[in-house]
């Protein structure tokens, strides 16, 4: 099945660092999917890459699809005690249908005010 | 939100018992999918569907099964529950159509096998 590793599988920072995660696949993907998830609640959708090698923002957020389709980063710059929460990728494989949705094992990210 | 209800949220069952989930979408999606969520594991897939009557194993599928008889509803069951499926639950839509396919969760079941 789809292998894809997400780390760190935690991170505590001081509000106003960077934050950054990773996740690394072991095949090439279609695309990739990121979603927050805070404490309590369930996943939400943020963003979605597709080509190789693009790069996408959402205000503090940078996210990274590598030009090998193998791994992508999703960066926070200045953390915020909202941005506090599990971040998951979630990949499909390039090879299938496309209906089958992997999630990595996520982030989470505590911050301290 | 999208219209995505889970049933119930809460359930509390003795080992051995049958247990069934409920997913009931309102958005006419194609693809549905059951996730656990383990402290240290993330969202495990258990089965997806991909149509109605068209499922598939994830990657935890031992000790559970699924059915879809209609588009709006995926049901998950544990035929004898035991405690190693004491978990938060979670079910997602998803569509095909359109460049942005990403999924839709509902609010989730915490089940507790005793």
């Known amino acids: 099945g789809q292998q894809v590793m997400q780390i760190p599988q935690y991170q505590h920072v001081q509000e106003g660092e960077d934050f950054t995660t990773y996740c690394n696949s072991s095949t090439t993907l279609s695309n990739i999917q990121w979603y927050k998830q805070r404490p309590g609640g369930h996943p939400v959708f943020l963003i979605q890459l597709v080509k190789s090698g693009e790069v996408k923002k959402q205000k503090r957020l940078t996210f990274q699809f590598g030009e090998a389709k193998k791994n992508s980063s999703l960066h926070i710059t200045a953390t915020q005690t909202t941005d506090v929460g599990t971040y998951f990728c979630?990949?499909?494989?390039?090879?299938?249908?496309?209906?089958?949705?992997?999630f990595g094992e996520g982030t989470q990210l505590t911050v301290n005010p | 939100d999208a219209g995505i209800t889970q049933s119930p949220r809460h359930k509390v069952t003795e080992t051995g018992t049958p247990v069934t989930l409920r997913c009931h979408q309102t958005?006419?999606?194609?693809?549905m999918y059951w996730y656990r969520q383990d402290p240290g594991h993330g969202l495990r897939l258990i089965h997806y569907s991909y149509g109605v009557k068209d499922t598939d194993k994830g990657e935890v599928s031992d000790g559970y099964s699924v059915s879809r008889s209609k588009t709006e509803d995926f049901l998950l069951t544990l035929e004898s529950a035991t405690s190693s499926q004491t978990s938060v639950y979670f079910c997602?839509?998803?569509?095909?159509?359109?460049?942005?396919?990403?999924?839709?969760f509902g609010q989730g079941t915490r089940l507790t096998v005793v």
């Open positions: 958005e006419n999606h194609r693809y």
């Open positions: 997602a839509i998803r569509s095909p159509q359109g460049g942005r396919t990403e999924a839709f």
């Open positions: 979630a990949v499909r494989p390039e090879e299938t249908s496309g209906s089958r949705l992997t």
